[in-house]
DNA sequence: CTAAAAGTGTTCGAAAATCAGACAAATCAC
DNA sequence: GTGATTTGTCTGATTTTCGAACACTTTTAG
C-alpha cells in the first residue's frame, strides 16, 4: 500500500527534467534511473503524460497549496514564492518544456479552491453573499497565478517580494472590488 | 526487486534516532513513522538491533567507505570528515545511544579493508612484501578510526582538519613504520 | 505491586506490487 | 528509407506488503 517506488519513479523524472528537456526523456529513461520495471511505470501511470499530470499536482499542491497554518494570504503567498525559489522541484523546467497552458490550468484549479476556501472560512462574516465571496477568489486567484507565471517564464529572476509589495493589493490585505455599479472594500485579515 | 520501502523503513528510523534516543524507539515507532505494516519490518529486519546494524554497515561504508576517486589518503579521509560533519547520519547518535564497542568494530573492519585495498592498489611498487603492506594497513585504520572515535565521542566539535594535521602522519603522507629493529620509510602517494 | 496497556516476534493466507518476456505498432536517428 | 529504439499492452510467475491473530514480554499508571 505503501507506493514508495511510484515516488521513485516520480522522483527519477523530476531529477531528468532537471538535466534536459521534456521531449528528449524517454518511460525507458525514467525506469532506469530508479532501477524499477518498465512495466512499473504502466502499472502506476498511464504514460508519461499523466506522469506529468500527477507531478504538476503534486508541485502546485506544494508551491500554492495549503494555506492553513498561516495568518494572513500574504504569509502564505511569500511562502509558496520561497518554495518555488528553493526549487527542489522541475515544475519550471516542466514549464518552460511543455505548455504554460497545461501550467496555468493547474495552477488555476489549485489556487481558485485554496482562495476560494480560505476566504469562506476567513471573511464569513464580511457579509459578503457567496457570488461576491466566489468572485473575490477569482480575483485573488488571476492575480496570484499570473504573478506566478510572469515570475517562472522570466527565469525566476528578480525579487518576488518586491514585486508583490508593488502590487500592493496582496500585502495591504485589502482588496478593492468592483461588482456592476456598487463598489465594496473588504478587508482580509 | 527494488526495495524501496526497506530504504523509507530505516530512513525513518535515521529520522527517529535523531528526536530521541535509542531505547524510546520501538519498532511499531519506525513502521507508523513511515506508513508501512508492522509485519514488513521483521519481513526485511530481524529485529530492531538487526536495523541498527544494518545502518552501521551503510553508514560506515559512507563515511570511510569507497576511497577510489582520491589521489591521497588524505583527500578520502577529509572529505570523510565532511561527511560526518553534514550528519545526514544518525550515527552519531547511534553511536552515542549504543555502544561503543559496536561502532568500533565496524568502522575497524571498513576501514582496515579499504586501507588495505588502497596500498595495496598505490603502494604496490614501493618494494615492501605482503607482510609490511598489511601492518602497514593495521597502522593507519587505528589511527583513523581512533581519531574519527575520539571526536565523534567529544561531540563533533573542534576543527578535524587541525586535528589531522596535528596528527601530521596523515597530512605529510609519509609514514615512519618499524618493523622488530629495521626501520622502513615509505611515502605513499 | 499489580492491572492494564503497549510492544514483540511469529504464524497464516489474502491482496497488491513488481517482475520478465514477448509482441505489434509507432517513432527516432542517420 | 531502414534499422534501431521506444511505446503500450498482454500474459503469468514471483515477490512484497498487508491484516489479523496469537502467546509472550515489557512498560506504564495508579
Not at 509558496?80 to 523546467?93: E, K, P, S, T
Amino acid at each position: 500500500m505503501a507506493q514508495f517506488t511510484k515516488k521513485a519513479i516520480i522522483d527519477a523524472f523530476i531529477e531528468l527534467i532537471g538535466e534536459r528537456p521534456f521531449d528528449k526523456i524517454t518511460v525507458k529513461d525514467i525506469v532506469t534511473r530508479c532501477g524499477v520495471n518498465r512495466n512499473t511505470f504502466y502499472y502506476y501511470f498511464e504514460d508519461i503524460y499523466a506522469l506529468v499530470d500527477e507531478l504538476f499536482q503534486i508541485e502546485t499542491q506544494n508551491i500554492l497549496g495549503d494555506t492553513s497554518g498561516f495568518d494572513t494570504w500574504q504569509d502564505a503567498f511569500l511562502k509558496a514564492v520561497d518554495f518555488v525559489r528553493q526549487n527542489r522541484l522541475g515544475i519550471y523546467h516542466l514549464y518552460k518544456s511543455i505548455s504554460r497552458e497545461r501550467v496555468e490550468n493547474y495552477l488555476d484549479e489549485v489556487t481558485y479552491n485554496n482562495i476560494l476556501n480560505f476566504i469562506k472560512k476567513e471573511a464569513r462574516d464580511i457579509a459578503a453573499d457567496e457570488f461576491d465571496i466566489e468572485l473575490m477568489a477569482r480575483f485573488y486567484t488571476h492575480a496570484l497565478v499570473g504573478m506566478v507565471l510572469e515570475w517562472l517564464s522570466g527565469g525566476m529572476k528578480g525579487d518576488m517580494n518586491a514585486a508583490v509589495e508593488r502590487l500592493g493589493v496582496l500585502l495591504d490585505g485589502n482588496i478593492r472590488l468592483t461588482l456592476s455599479n456598487s463598489e465594496k472594500t473588504v478587508q482580509i485579515k
